[in-house]
């Protein structure tokens, strides 16, 4: 693989203020957990839920579910060393809730001063997913109308992560490379979610090009 086209993602990332953007608890792992234990040690991380494990429908889940999936994501912000918070929308209403999500991370980021945010894809399978990710690129765009001027140096970052994705590796333009160490802290982090034998989960194929970026 030609890793010079990649932007690469890795420990020389230092001083950072860096917020996860996660649609649901295990989002965040899932999808960044490598990733987080790379930078945790040199940067301050924030984890954000858009929702707090509340659900539309019970029928299939046990009652206490939003108790339990709040208390697996506190167990996994401890073990990444992460700050966590919860945005409390129920499962699956980001969409009709997208002007108050917005108020949130204008807030959120207004009193914290991020460096770099991670948030899912627009490319995103899963509904909760992408709107997570809209409301922050409008915010991003009030937030950008407001400030008369922004120093290049202060630029913020913005890196879309991938949880249940179709997008082409084609499109991607940096890959953040694990290790053993990390791939293994990785998984125990989700292995923490318990509650995750309830949930059905989508397959997504995954083509060549994303094959390949394994380094």
Known sequence: MD???YELINDEIVGKKILVLSPHQDDE?????GTILKLKENNDI??????DGTLIDYSNFPKSISKTRQEEAKEVAEMFGAKQAFIPFTNTTLRENKLELEGELLKYIGENKFDIIFTPSPAECTQDHRE???ALLSAIRKIQKESETIASDKMLEIYFY??????QGNS????????KDLLIGKKKAYDIYKSQKYIDFSTIIINDVKKSLVL
Request: no cysteine; charged share 10%.
């Open 3 to 5: 890793i010079g086209k």
């Open 29 to 33: 792992s899932i999808g960044l957990g």
């Open 46 to 51: 924030f984890i954000l839920f858009a929702t």
């Open 132 to 134: 997570l990710t809209f």
């Open 162 to 167: 991938e949880i249940n994705n179709s997008l």
């Open 172 to 179: 991607i333009n940096a890959v953040s490379p694990l290790d």
